[in-house]
C-alpha cells in the first residue's frame, strides 16, 4: 500500500513483510532447483547425486538440513509406493529442518505437561482471531513458571510470536500472535508431526540405520482416491511405518484409518495412530480393538523401536 512519509511527504511504496518474505524464499527455491537441474545436465556433482543411495540419515546434521529433502533421501519411498501402483507427492518444505519449527516441537513434545497451558491458549486465541492474550501464572510453581517463561522466550526469539513480556510480580505473561499461515498451522496440530518426525530421526541417527522418510506427503490411488500422510519412514528398504498425529478429536476418523492401512497392505504394527495425552492404558485397549496401534507422544518411540531390525 502507498504510505506518505512522515518527514518528506513522499509516498512510497510499503509491502507486507511476511508476504514479501514467503515470496523471496519460493523464488529462491525455484532458483536452486533450476541450479540443480543445470548441474545435473551438465554433468556436475550435486549433494543428491554426490552421496550413494545407501546413504544413511546419520551421515546427515538432521536438527539443521535441508539435504532430507534431495530425491536421494525419499527415492525408496517414492519407489515402494510406485510397486503398489500409487502415485506420490512429496512435499519439500515439510522435511527442511533448516528452520525452527522441529527445535520448538521437540520442546513441547519433551514437555507437553507443562507446556500444554501456553499451546492450548495460542491454539484458542489463534481460532478466535485475536491477536493477543495474557496467561496468568501466579497458581503454577516456579519450575513450572521458569520453563514456561523460557519457552515463551524462545518463541519470540524464534518469530512464533511477535512480542513477549514477563510481568515478574503479577505472574502474567503477555504474548502478541505471530499471523504468518506457517506459524498458525504449527500450533493447529503440525507441532506433533514436527515432533514425531524430529523424534524418529533422532532414533534412526541413534541406532545407525539407513532410512528414508517424509512428512507431510500426499498419496493417490489409481481409483484417483487422495489421502495425506502425516508421517511416512521406509527402514533399510523394506520395513514401512506409517503414523497419524492427533492433537485433537480422533474417534470419528478410526474407520477411515483402518481402511487406509488395509488398502496400504501394513500390519496392523506399522500404522500407528498418535494421540497428544491419550492414556497408555487407553492405546493398549485401543490397539486390541482395531487392526492398529494406538500411542501418544510419549510411547510411540517405545513402539518403533519393537519394529526396527536388531
Not at 20 to 40: C, H, N, P, S, W
Request: proline letters at 2%.
Amino acid at each position: 500500500k502507498a504510505v506518505k512519509c512522515p518527514q518528506c511527504q513522499a509516498v512510497n511504496p510499503i509491502h507486507n513483510t511476511v508476504d514479501f518474505v514467503t515470496r523471496l524464499l519460493d523464488r529462491y527455491m525455484a532458483i536452486g532447483k533450476e541450479l540443480q537441474g543445470l548441474r545435473q545436465q551438465s554433468g556436475t556433482p550435486t549433494a543428491s547425486n554426490a552421496a550413494s543411495a545407501d546413504t544413511s540419515l546419520h551421515e546427515l546434521d538432521i536438527n539443521n538440513s535441508n539435504l532430507l529433502a534431495e530425491s536421494q533421501q525419499h527415492l525408496a519411498i517414492v519407489q515402494w509406493f510406485k510397486q503398489k501402483g500409487i502415485k506420490l507427492d512429496v512435499n519439500e518444505k515439510s522435511i527442511d529442518t533448516s528452520g525452527f519449527f522441529d527445535e520448538v516441537a521437540r520442546n513441547i513434545g519433551d514437555n507437553y505437561d507443562v507446556l500444554k497451558l501456553v499451546v492450548e491458549q495460542i491454539r484458542y486465541r489463534q481460532r478466535k482471531a485475536h491477536t493477543f492474550f495474557n496467561l496468568q501464572l501466579a497458581k503454577n510453581s516456579q519450575k513450572e513458571i521458569r520453563q514456561i517463561t523460557q519457552f515463551c522466550q524462545e518463541l519470540y526469539k524464534y518469530s512464533f510470536v511477535s512480542r513477549y513480556n514477563y510481568q515478574k510480580d503479577e505472574k502474567v505473561v503477555r504474548l502478541t500472535l505471530q499471523s504468518a499461515q506457517a506459524v498458525t498451522e504449527f500450533f493447529a496440530g503440525e507441532w506433533l508431526e514436527w515432533y514425531v518426525f524430529i523424534k524418529l530421526l533422532e532414533l534412526i541417527n541413534e541406532k545407525q540405520l539407513n532410512a528414508s522418510c517424509l512428512r507431510n506427503l500426499t498419496i493417490h490411488f489409481p481409483n484417483e482416491d487422495q489421502h495425506e500422510l502425516d508421517v511416512f519412514f521406509l527402514l533399510n528398504g523394506s520395513i514401512p511405518v506409517c503414523i497419524e498425529c492427533k492433537t485433537g478429536e480422533f474417534r470419528q476418523q478410526i474407520d477411515k484409518f483402518v481402511n487406509l492401512r488395509k488398502r496400504l497392505q501394513l500390519d496392523s504394527q506399522q500404522f500407528v495412530l498418535c494421540v497428544i495425552g491419550l492414556e497408555d492404558d487407553q492405546a493398549q485397549g485401543l490397539s486390541s480393538m482395531y487392526d492398529m496401534t494406538f500411542t501418544n507422544e510419549s510411547n510411540f518411540l517405545d513402539h518403533i523401536e519393537q519394529l526396527l531390525p536388531s
